[in-house]
């Protein structure tokens, strides 16, 4: 790895570790989440996508980058408030990732990669979008997809059916692989939902 990979790591996670709200880490130790969040993106890129480059390695670090400074209901709370929220985030990150990789010393042209990524650009033509979302929804199936449905017992059988086809439908064909090879820790207690929801 390179020192402006180094540099750009300290300034990312850095940023991150302003997170005020907290998460459990493995040992049962608080970490700020996001900081926590860039984590689990990278290790997983390596478990996915061994062969990806450092250039990939910040995208997915970055990829929620101080995202609590935009919360939801700093926008209407309604389906065009979510999607205007959502766009917005997709803006800032990518701006502030950008930002602080050219100050880590990366050259226009892999500031550029990380700001397509990060702000998802070009979804399914990309194929640096595509990793990201592919590592984005892995971590979320394997980290978060129990809590949050934990944190939303009044959503039906067909709400979560659709949540789950809209993610799978995200993903590329080697995610949905990789997904169903092992390699990755479905939630136990969604599993039932998920094969139903991906045979379907």
Same mark, same amino acid.
Request: aromatic share 8%; glycine share 6%.
């Given at each position: 790895m390179t020192t402006a990979?180094?540099?750009?790591?300290?300034?990312?996670? #850095?940023?991150? /570790?302003?997170?005020?709200?907290?998460?459990?880490? *493995? !040992?049962?130790?608080p970490v700020p989440?996001?900081?926590?969040?860039?984590?689990?993106m990278v290790e997983m890129l390596e478990r996915f996508a061994p062969?990806?480059?450092?250039?990939?390695?910040?995208?997915?670090?970055?990829?929620?980058?101080?995202?609590?400074?935009?919360?939801?209901?700093?926008?209407?709370m309604t389906r065009e408030g979510y999607l205007q929220w959502r766009t917005g985030l997709y803006k800032?990150? #990518?701006?502030? /990732?950008?930002?602080?990789?050219?100050?880590?010393? *990366? !050259?226009?042209a892999a500031v550029e990669r990380v700001k397509q990524a990060v702000g998802k650009r070009g979804l399914k033509v990309n194929p640096d979008t595509q990793l990201l979302e592919d590592v984005a929804d892995l971590v979320f199936i394997e980290h978060y997809m129990l809590a949050f449905a934990q944190q939303k017992p009044d959503y039906s059988e067909e709400k979560w059916l659709d949540i789950i086809r809209k993610t799978w439908k995200?993903?590329?064909?080697?995610?949905? /692989?990789f997904a169903l090879s092992g390699k990755l820790k479905l939630p136990e207690p969604l599993v039932p939902?998920?094969?139903?929801?991906?045979?379907?």
């Open positions: 990979y180094e540099r750009a790591v300290a300034l990312i996670d #850095a940023a991150n /570790a302003e997170d005020p709200r907290m998460d459990t880490d *493995y !040992d049962g130790q989440r996001e900081l926590l969040y860039g984590r689990r062969e990806a480059d450092e250039v990939m390695k910040l995208a997915v670090r970055a990829q929620h980058i101080q995202r609590w400074k935009t919360p939801r209901e700093s926008y209407p800032f990150h #990518a701006e502030l /990732a950008g930002r602080l990789d050219k100050e880590a010393g *990366y !050259d226009d995200k993903m590329s064909e080697r995610a949905h /692989a939902l998920i094969t139903k929801a991906i045979s379907g």
